[in-house]
């Protein structure tokens, strides 16, 4: 049964005064070889992704009040919190994984760095977030 794995990741620098934190994308744990398109996804209140499968591989580091939900083999749907109390995950998506993001927020953005193996192609639409 595929399924994202979810792996923790640590600041690179973080101010212990304040919220203030770097990632530098570097320290990211894919094979940069292996990333063939990104993006920075801006997420309004209530806003949401995806709501769809690919034959790519995707890496997603949310920021905010983000959501990840996916449907396993059998339909059986599946959410995790991207950024719970502030720390931060990397998210891998398999190819054909149905799923979407959703920002869970009433009044704040959340932003999606999404990492990929290929360019957006084959996509077929999978209705999880109505």
């Known amino acids: 049964m ?5 792996t923790k990741l640590n600041f690179s620098y973080k101010r212990n ?3 203030l934190w770097v990632l530098n994308t570097n320290d990211i744990p894919v094979d940069k070889n292996l990333i063939k398109d990104q993006q920075i996804v801006h997420f309004s209140p209530k806003s ?3 709501n769809h499968k690919h034959p790519r591989t995707e890496w997603f580091v949310g920021i905010g009040d983000l959501e990840f939900i996916w449907l396993d083999g ?3 749907e599946s959410r995790v919190h ?3 109390n502030g720390q931060i ?3 891998e998506v398999p ?6 993001v959703i920002n869970q927020s009433d009044s ?3 932003i999606l760095f999404e990492l990929a193996d290929a360019k957006m192609s084959d996509v077929v639409e999978v209705e999880i977030v109505k």
């Open 95 to 100: 190819p054909y994984l149905p799923h979407a």
């Open 82 to 84: 991207m950024n719970p």
């Open 48 to 50: 949401f992704g995806g």
């Open 2 to 6: 595929q399924k994202p794995k979810l």
């Open 17 to 19: 005064d304040t919220d």
């Open 74 to 76: 059998n339909g059986k």
């Open 89 to 91: 995950f990397l998210i």
């Open 108 to 110: 704040r953005t959340g």
